[in-house]
């Protein structure tokens, strides 16, 4: 396996990571992001440190992905690829914040909600609190950042030629559309990004699946690298 075959395999793996990471979280989270007494009740704290730990791992495969792509990406415009970097590097810290929120969560549930004497009043709004801070995390990393990257790695993508036209061009039109519907929320909004997410969500997975099935496509940038490498 050359290695512009074996930076395709670890760039689209990863991408595909972190769809396999992030659903089951969402699942797993529910119950402490849905139950406004979780801290005080009788909740699952092994399904909800599970769910911190996949998010954890959807966040170092954020990182991943910019990483392994870059020395590919950068030959098509330097600064859109570190700006990519940047921007995933970003997501994934935003993301780490969320679940620290969440441990802190499961943290005081065990060792100060079952103690006598505890304020279940102060500690259920204190549990809210750290909800809400995941939920802003939620918008501004996995959603907002999203779009951005969808811009960055999609112009770079349909530029090259890496890959076929048609899967940036989704990351090209969700992107923007993401970024909208985040600002929106952020200012008031309602829920528009469960709609919106999709054809950036469609852009990834489309990409990870290309990437490990097929590689990249040749054209200029793979021939200089050959070229390079040879």
């Given at each position: 396996?050359?290695?512009?075959?074996?930076?395709?395999?670890?760039?689209?793996?990863?991408?595909?990571?972190?769809?396999?990471?992030?659903?089951?979280?969402?699942?797993?989270?529910?119950?402490?992001?849905?139950?406004?007494?979780?801290?005080?009740?009788?909740?699952?704290?092994?399904?909800?440190?599970?769910?911190?730990?996949?998010?954890?791992?959807?966040?170092?495969?954020?990182?991943?992905?910019?990483?392994v792509l870059y020395p590919v990406?950068?030959?098509?415009n330097g600064s859109a690829a570190?700006?990519?970097?940047?921007?995933?590097?970003?997501?994934?810290?935003?993301?780490?914040?969320?679940?620290?929120?969440?441990?802190?969560?499961?943290?005081?549930?065990?060792?100060?909600?079952?103690?006598?004497?505890?304020?279940a009043a102060s500690l259920v709004?204190?549990?809210?609190?750290?909800?809400?801070?995941?939920?802003?995390?939620?918008?501004?990393?996995?959603?907002?950042?999203?779009?951005?990257?969808?811009?960055?790695?999609?112009?770079?993508?349909?530029?090259?030629?890496?890959?076929?036209?048609?899967?940036?061009?989704?990351?090209?039109?969700?992107?923007?559309?993401?970024?909208?519907?985040?600002?929106?929320?952020?200012?008031?909004?309602?829920?528009?990004?469960?709609?919106?997410?999709?054809?950036?969500?469609?852009?990834?997975?489309?990409?990870?699946?290309?990437?490990?099935?097929?590689?990249?496509?040749?054209?200029?940038?793979?021939?200089?690298?050959?070229?390079?490498?040879?």
């Open positions: 396996m050359d290695s512009l075959r074996r930076t395709a395999l670890i760039g689209g793996g990863l991408y595909l990571l972190t769809f396999f990471s992030s659903i089951p979280a969402v699942f797993l989270l529910a119950p402490v992001l849905d139950d406004p007494g979780y801290i005080v009740g009788a909740g699952n704290d092994t399904a909800v440190l599970l769910g911190c730990f996949l998010d954890l791992i959807n966040a170092f495969a954020c990182i991943g992905t910019a990483v990406v950068k030959r098509q570190l700006g990519f970097v940047t921007s995933r590097v970003m997501e994934a810290a935003i993301i780490v914040i969320g679940v620290v929120s969440l441990l802190s969560i499961v943290t005081l549930r065990q060792d100060l909600a079952a103690t006598a004497g505890a304020d709004t204190t549990g809210q609190s750290l909800v809400a801070t995941r939920n802003w995390t939620f918008l501004l990393g996995p959603d907002l950042m999203a779009g951005i990257n969808a811009l960055l790695l999609g112009s770079l993508m349909y530029r090259s030629g890496l890959v076929p036209r048609i899967i940036p061009l989704l990351g090209l039109i969700g992107g923007p559309l993401l970024i909208a519907a985040s600002i929106a929320i952020l200012f008031g909004a309602s829920s528009l990004v469960l709609i919106v997410v999709i054809p950036v969500a469609v852009w990834e997975f489309s990409l990870g699946v290309y990437l490990v099935v097929k590689g990249f496509r040749p054209c200029a940038i793979t021939a200089d690298l050959t070229t390079a490498a040879n």
